[in-house]
């Protein structure tokens, strides 16, 4: 990461966050030019074939106060907490029968930003381009009012495709979602609901395709792709991607995996699609998918959730449901914070600037952004730099 991104990504913390945290942001940018050429100069660790471990202090935190935040953690029903500051666990916590390699059952949308980098993946490999119609792969759509979306608006959550909370919530939120036949014949079967690129919409069903676009593009079934592409380049041993009875994956939700292998999907986006020398994901991959996906929502990239401006507009599909919202969508955190984020708070929390990623998975109904700025907001606390 170059000083001038760092630098950049300060002068962002500066003018966005809460006069609160100003005198902090200013420090961020009078010694933007040294840090980058110091810490984050140096060449990353990488967790191959593990995680490496490190005392916080070590890493300008301080052990006691991560006690008060790993109460803040347990007091929010959480199943793990997982702190990473410059590529080192400082901090490692599980409840409720999870461990190092015990996963979560089910870490719902965070699979979608698995998504996103799959087929960014395959973009590179000349498999796709994300400005392709997605009816190039999807010939059900070719020549009907679905015919102009492009890849790019799946990813975005912008296509338009018809979208009812009921069924988007029956066919994802459901445990026996794995048992069902089709489903991705059923999403792509779904209608038109409105011109592509007019309206924004958090929409499972219309991520779903994004199953028939991959394995017509690369060849073969997107479960096969994912795991040959990015988990097991990734070292994600105890990481499973669902699939229906067809065989098809599940593209918006239904990953099995831990909290150190969740952390392994940030860390590659943190080091720009790098993974121990070897380029997964391009650059330039990840700075697209890491900003707004369209005019539509400023807090969504391509199924990455962000930060945002004092005068940005975004939607959340727990918020009055998807009523628009002015402002910071997370106040408490620095303006280039990004996350993947799931049902009951499965979070990743990446922070660039700072050389950070925060884990949490939890079992208890958490909506909303809050569970991402509060988490973020209570590890801060034990930040000494």
Not at 92 to 110: A, D, F, I, R
Not at 159 to 182: A, P, Q, T
Request: a negative charge.
């Amino acid at each position: 990461m170059t000083g001038a991104k760092i630098a950049m990504s300060s002068l962002k913390e500066l003018l966005f966050n809460k006069s609160g945290r100003m005198i902090k942001s200013f420090i961020a940018v009078s010694i933007a030019c040294t840090f980058s050429t110091s810490t984050l100069a140096q060449d990353p660790i990488f967790p191959v074939p593990t995680w490496q471990s490190d005392t916080p202090e070590n890493h300008d935190f301080d052990s006691t106060l991560l006690q008060d935040t790993s109460s803040y953690a347990e007091s929010i029903n959480s199943d793990s907490l997982l702190i990473i500051r410059n590529g080192h666990i400082i901090w490692e916590e599980y409840w409720n029968g999870l461990g190092q390699t015990t996963p979560q059952k089910n870490v719902w949308s965070v699979t979608k930003s698995f998504t996103s980098i799959l087929v960014g993946i395959a973009q590179d490999q000349g498999h796709l381009s994300i400005n392709d119609k997605a009816s190039d792969y999807i010939s059900q759509w070719q020549g009907g009012s679905s015919d102009s979306v492009t890849i790019k608006q799946l990813l975005a959550n912008s296509s338009g495709r018809h979208h009812s909370i009921f069924f988007d919530n029956w066919y994802f939120r459901n445990e026996n979602s794995v048992g069902k036949s089709d489903m991705t014949g059923y999403a792509i079967g779904r209608s038109q609901q409105s011109t592509p690129g007019t309206v924004w919409r958090y929409n499972n069903l219309a991520i779903q395709t994004l199953d028939r676009v991959l394995s017509v593009a690369t060849g073969i079934s997107t479960a096969s792709y994912a795991t040959s592409e990015l988990v097991n380049p990734l070292g994600m041993l105890n990481t499973t991607v669902f699939t229906d009875n067809s065989g098809q994956m599940i593209m918006p939700s239904h990953m099995k995996t831990t909290a150190r292998d969740m952390a392994r999907l940030g860390y590659l986006f943190l080091n720009d699609g790098n993974w121990n020398g070897q380029q997964i994901v391009p650059h330039s991959y990840v700075t697209a998918a890491t900003s707004p996906g369209s005019s539509l929502n400023a807090a969504y990239g391509f199924l990455w959730w962000l930060n945002t401006g004092p005068n940005d507009t975004w939607l959340h599909p727990a918020i009055n449901n998807h009523a628009t919202q002015t402002g910071v969508i997370f106040p408490d955190a620095p303006a280039d914070l990004y996350a993947a984020s799931g049902n009951n708070g499965q979070v990743v929390i990446v922070s660039p600037s700072e050389n950070l990623i925060i884990v949490r998975q939890g079992h208890v109904k958490v909506d909303g952004p809050e569970i991402i700025n509060g988490l973020y907001r209570e590890v801060a606390a034990a930040m000494t730099n």
